[in-house]
């Protein structure tokens, strides 16, 4: 133990600005290498501070007593003797709110400011959203205190802003909750895998859009069908854009991608797709060819000549119906990392929920708990520093899958295949199933590998041809 230990008194030294008396965090290892080495003077520092392990307590303060926080107030008070003391609870209307199986000596409060002028060392953020989160996040860092956050838009917005401001003010802010919910997915990928060099992550990081397509494929039932009953079972909220849109497997995508790929970019730079298009009858053609649907989230990273590109996009893709990706059910999560050397990694499990989430959100606040333990000369920040890649693309070269719903009329098969030609994309299979009417006639196709982008203009093209009744759809067919 640090000799600073034993002295059992005050947590946080007065800090001064670059002067960081707290070790780098896992989180923190995404800035850069400057600001995880250790001076003298923090070493100084170090000696002269207090761990909060000394005094075997570290103070909670919760802000978002919703979903999450309820869960996390509940593991928290599971053990009142234990070394996590929950000490506020803040939420708007908070009179709402108030149930009587939290600790008494918890206060109820309504306004941040009695947790930011509180003695508590670490503020749990669970309300969501950007603002006024982010504003709460950063306000606590410079008040001395860590934070813990599951909240995946505003750590793919600033996440490496925040961990400066961290490293900087001598604090914490761990995210593990912020992707995939319990599943320990940023833990396993930046501190398990810090030995290896990642090249690709992909998954399935949705619980929401799993769910309703999972149900499409074993129920035939349509889009709209599936996401009723997601919003009826709870699994979809009653504004389900961010998860249809692919927004929110996205700002978990650039996180993973911080993460494990050790690469900056912006949410904004990934295109992904909505599952809407997807029909209960692409399933059936699906299954022909030995396929099934998913959200897929796919990063990947190239290197050569000096520079590092990545590929990224999150949509829907036909996948192998073998594949361990097309096996997760429900509203489970799956994440895929892969190594150089390890090879193949996979972590499952449920990605949502009050329960799952919050023990993320716990498992956190212990990491922050032991990692005081440690004297910052002890530790070693896992993970290379962060690189910013040359181009970031969702341009993918593989097979792809069409679904025309057309008025039929002869030729239509030539004059598609015509276009196709001029690009040089070549027809793997025509697909055409009995039993629907020549005034929507569905029917697939399935191309040679090519690039998405050149698919793109081609089938601008013979999106223009007269017989269609819907727009065409386009899904590319991965390894999974
Ligand atoms: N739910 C999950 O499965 C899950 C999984 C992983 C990560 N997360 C993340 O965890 C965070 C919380 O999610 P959640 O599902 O627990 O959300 P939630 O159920 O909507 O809870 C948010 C809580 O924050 C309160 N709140 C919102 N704005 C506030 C404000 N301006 N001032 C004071 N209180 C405010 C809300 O109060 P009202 O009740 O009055 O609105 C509510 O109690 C989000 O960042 C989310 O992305 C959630």
């Given at each position: 133990m640090a000799p600073s230990s034993r002295s059992g008194k005050q947590l946080k030294p007065a800090m001064k600005k670059g002067a960081s008396a707290v070790p780098p965090s896992p989180g923190e290892a995404l800035a850069s290498p400057a600001a995880r080495r250790v001076t003298p003077k923090q070493r100084t520092n170090s000696v002269a501070t207090p761990s909060v392990a000394s005094r075997k307590r570290l103070k909670v303060a919760l802000v978002g007593f919703g979903t999450v926080g309820r869960s996390v107030a509940k593991l928290l008070s599971?053990?009142?003797?234990?070394p996590l003391l929950l000490t506020h609870i803040c939420n708007r209307n908070i009179e709402k709110k108030r149930?009587?199986?939290?600790?008494?000596?918890v206060r109820w409060t309504e306004n941040i400011e009695d947790l930011l002028s509180s003695d508590s060392d670490v503020i749990v953020e669970?309300?969501?959203?950007?603002q006024p989160a982010g504003d709460w996040i950063r306000r606590a860092l410079r008040a001395g205190k860590s934070v813990v956050t599951a909240n995946k838009l505003l750590i793919a917005e600033s996440g490496p802003e925040l961990l400066k401001l961290a490293r900087d003010t001598g604090q914490h802010i761990e995210f593990?909750?912020?992707?995939?919910?319990?599943?320990?997915a940023i833990v396993a990928i930046q501190?398990?895998?810090?030995g290896d060099r990642l090249s690709k992550i992909e998954g399935i990081l949705n619980g929401t859009c799993n769910f309703i397509l999972t149900q499409m494929e074993a129920n035939g039932a349509s889009f709209a069908e599936a996401l009723k009953e997601a919003q009826e079972r709870g699994?979809?909220?009653?504004?389900p854009r961010d998860d249809i849109e692919g927004f929110d497997a996205r700002a978990k995508l650039v996180i993973l991608t911080q993460a494990g790929l050790r690469l900056q970019v912006r949410s904004d730079q990934i295109p992904c797709a909505p599952i809407?298009?997807?029909?209960?009858v692409d399933f059936i053609y699906a299954r022909e060819i030995d396929c099934t649907i998913r959200q897929i989230s796919l990063a990947q990273k190239e290197s050569g000549a000096g520079r590092v590109n990545l590929f990224a996009a999150v949509r829907p893709a036909l996948i192998p119906a073998q594949s361990l990706l097309a096996?997760?059910?429900?509203?489970q999560n799956m994440v895929i990392a892969t190594g150089e050397f390890v090879g193949q990694i996979v972590l499952s499990g449920y990605g949502a929920g009050g329960d799952p989430t919050a023990v993320a959100v716990m498992s956190d606040l212990h990491a922050i708990l032991r990692r005081s333990t440690v004297p910052p000369e002890r530790q070693v920040s896992p993970g290379a520093p962060l690189q910013i890649p040359h181009t970031v693309s969702g341009e993918f070269t593989v097979p792809h899958y069409l679904r025309f719903v057309v008025r039929d009329r002869p030729g239509i098969v030539a004059e598609v295949a015509s276009i196709l030609s001029k690009y040089h994309i070549g027809i793997d299979a025509l697909l055409q199933r009995p039993g629907y009417p020549r005034s929507a006639l569905p029917f697939t196709m399935t191309l040679e590998s090519c690039s998405s982008e050149v698919l793109a203009h081609a089938l601008a093209e013979v999106g223009?041809?007269?017989?269609?009744?819907q727009p065409l759809l386009c899904l590319p067919i991965l390894q999974g």
């Open positions: 599971l053990d009142p003797n234990g149930v009587d199986w939290v600790p008494d000596r669970l309300v969501g959203g950007l593990g909750a912020s992707v995939a919910g319990g599943i320990p501190e398990g895998l810090a699994f979809a909220e009653a504004n809407s298009t997807v029909e209960a096996h997760v059910q429900g509203s223009r041809l007269d017989f269609h009744v």
